[in-house]
């Protein structure tokens, strides 16, 4: 029998579910610590007919981002968003970055604004719960089991956001050891600034469950926390003070504890980590990306996305909260 259900979503790090959209530099301008991003058609209906038309349109033809000098007066009166830079140093980073550097992807939203997809809930549930459920000796014979039946008993709805506009611009980068067990890091080049839920942000929506799902919510959880204890090594080893701090903070609490969305990297997607990585060596092996990482002698995978807070390496995108509530 199918039970309506109200599921509820908290935002603990900075999280991006996105749409497939990104902001092209042509489209938006950094002034007054926030990204304003133009409404074109409400540009280019108000320049029509007029002299500065023909010099907007030669401008977005030849321009990699739009110059302030020229068009800032623009950010002020045609700005159909404006979204807050987590930090005002993000300014001139964003000024220093090459232009394809600051195509910025954003969170998805439908018809009535920013929503949660429930198909990243599901699919990080279902990641989770086969990881918690599959056994290294069930590795080898893993195309013959099925993800199919994980979740049968749910039906979700997609999420809307319960508080207001809580979205930043976060400054993104990836974290490498140089050696393997040292504690130095270098930093890969192509940053990424990216529009993420703010920690605190809360989205709810509602659907059916059929059974009793605590167990499963307790599996996937536990599979997460490993996931994040990984992740607090890696503060730990590597000195970075601000992350271990954030990550502390990220606890599972009530509910299940989830990586979702943009960012989460290779331990977020696969269940072929810990001890059942070994037994997944034969199939990672035959794709090359993997067959050169596993064959060195840095931890497997051995990267990390880190995003800035304050102006330094600060927390990881993808952690919330996810809890359910049976109606009556």
């Not at 990243?120 to 039946?149: C, D, H, I, V, Y």
């Not at 508080?163 to 490498?176: N, P, Q």
């Not at 601000?242 to 943009?262: I, P, R």
């Not at 090359?288 to 880190?306: C, D, N």
Request: glycine letters at 10%.
């Amino acid at each position: 029998m199918s039970v309506p259900i109200r599921w509820r979503l908290t935002v603990l790090t900075p999280t991006l579910v996105g749409d497939g959209k990104r902001l092209a530099p042509i489209d938006y301008m950094v002034w007054k610590d926030q990204v304003n991003v133009l409404d074109q058609s409400l540009i280019f209906r108000r320049l029509a007919g007029t002299p500065r038309m023909e010099g907007y349109l030669a401008e977005l033809g030849r321009a990699r981002r739009l110059e302030f000098k020229s068009w800032g007066g623009y950010a002020q009166s045609y700005a159909v968003r404006r979204i807050p830079l987590e930090d005002p140093g993000l300014v001139a980073l964003w000024e220093q970055a090459k232009d394809e550097e600051i195509f910025i992807p954003t969170f998805c939203a439908g018809p009535s604004g920013k929503m949660m997809p429930a198909t990243a809930l599901k699919g990080a549930l279902k990641t989770a719960l086969l990881s918690a459920r599959t056994t290294p000796e069930q590795m080898g014979s893993f195309r013959n089991q099925s993800a199919a039946k994980l979740l049968r008993g749910w039906r979700l709805g997609d999420g809307t956001p319960e508080t207001g506009d809580s979205y930043r611009v976060y400054y993104s980068r990836i974290a490498a050891p140089v050696k393997p067990g040292g504690a130095e890091l270098r930093w890969k080049a192509s940053p990424t600034f990216v529009e993420c839920a703010a920690p605190g942000t809360v989205f709810s929506g509602r659907g059916t469950v059929t059974g009793e799902w605590a167990e499963d919510f307790a599996a996937a959880s536990q599979q997460a926390e490993a996931m994040l204890a990984r992740q607090r090594e890696f503060a730990s080893v590597h000195r970075l003070g601000k992350l271990q701090q954030n990550l502390a903070g990220v606890e599972a609490g009530a509910g299940c504890l989830l990586s979702v969305g943009w960012g989460g990297g290779f331990l977020s997607k696969s269940i072929a980590t810990g001890p059942r990585l070994a037994a997944a060596r034969a199939v990672l092996d035959s794709v090359p990306g993997y067959r050169e990482a596993l064959a060195t002698a840095f931890a497997f995978p051995k990267s990390q996305r880190v995003l800035y807070v304050g102006g330094e390496p600060g927390t990881v995108p993808g952690w919330v909260r996810l809890e359910y509530q049976k109606l009556s």
